[in-house]
């Protein structure tokens, strides 16, 4: 699938930060967002509630609740 066609069936509310990501204008931090709501088929609150400790992002992922240091509640 190319950049354009999974921007085109994404949720627009997530299309520019994902367009910016992909283009390397996006920052790290709004990056790791962009790949984290991608992650989690779009749903915000699943992002949060993230338990994939396995991946090198999960310490980074936006969202998180305070004190939240190793994805597990």
Do not use: Q
Request: hydrophobic fraction near 30%; charge should be positive.
């Amino acid at each position: 699938m190319s950049i354009t066609s999974k921007a085109d069936n994404m949720p627009n509310i997530y299309r520019k930060s994902y367009l910016s990501a992909v283009s390397g204008k996006a920052t790290p931090r709004n990056a790791i967002k962009a790949f984290c709501i991608e992650c989690m088929n779009y749903v915000k609150s699943e992002v949060t509630k993230c338990d994939t400790i396995d991946c090198p992002l999960n310490l980074y992922r936006p969202y998180r609740k305070a004190g939240d240091t190793d994805g597990k509640d």
